[in-house]
């Protein structure tokens, strides 16, 4: 029998996260004299730090090293705001642990920088069953490119259409698509089910999910 995966996407999945990366925004483009508002960031919200700086403040990043300076004191900002009170998406420990006991393996498909995954397995404890972790670090292209899951079932020894992925942005879903794999839409942190429309499963929090509903969205049983 095929072995089944399950990779999570971090930031807005296994962590609610998205206020406090908006408020490091903030607070860095606020040192530089930069503007960034909620609409820009939510249109941005999934992909790597390097991706949005250029993206946005092109013109004020003239070299990759400037890009590079501003994506580690924005990410060290945002360690700061959650490092005290971690914003651990409800649901996250039991969902990892009973995934966990069913046999499948997991996995971490993050754009965010390897410090903040880690942090967050730290906190997430004996759940984090994590056969393979990828960070904005291991890959060169963003989602929607599906680099980041393809890599992630790869160190799994999984074939990608045995994997589901679980996302919150449609960038995340269209990823996970062209990996070849499932897509659950987790509408928890902002994004409503429209916006998620796209995914083959849309839930309104990880509590919804169990290892039966991986194995026929994957399989396609009843």
């Not at 039991?94 to 390897?114: D, K, R, V, Y």
């Not at 967050?120 to 904005?136: D, E, Q, W, Y």
Request: with cysteine; aromatic share 6%.
């Amino acid at each position: 029998m095929e072995k089944l995966a399950v990779i999570f996407d971090m930031d807005g999945v296994l962590i609610d996260s998205y206020h406090a990366h908006f408020e490091s925004w903030r607070i860095i483009a606020a040192e530089e004299g930069l503007q960034i508002t909620e609409e820009q960031f939510a249109k941005t919200f999934g992909r790597t730090s390097r991706e949005i700086i250029a993206a946005l403040w092109g013109q004020h990043t003239p070299n990759d090293a400037k890009i590079l300076e501003l994506d580690e004191r924005k990410e060290a900002a945002f360690r700061e705001l959650i490092r005290e009170n971690f914003p651990i998406m409800p649901g996250a420990p039991e969902l990892l642990e009973s995934l966990h006991q069913a046999g499948f393996a997991l996995a971490i498909g993050s754009s965010g920088p390897p410090e903040n995954v880690e942090l967050t397995v730290r906190k997430l404890g004996p759940a984090a069953h994590f056969g393979a972790i990828v960070t904005g670090k291991d890959v060169t292209r963003g989602k929607p490119d599906p680099q980041v899951f393809l890599l992630a079932a790869e160190r799994l020894g999984v074939d990608p259409r045995y994997c589901a992925v679980v996302e919150d942005a449609p960038p995340g879903i269209e990823a996970a698509h062209r990996a070849g794999m499932k897509a659950v839409g987790l509408a928890s942190t902002g994004r409503t089910k429209e916006m998620l429309a796209a995914a083959d499963l849309v839930v309104s929090s990880l509590k919804e999910l169990s290892p039966a509903v991986f194995r026929r969205l994957i399989l396609g049983e009843e």
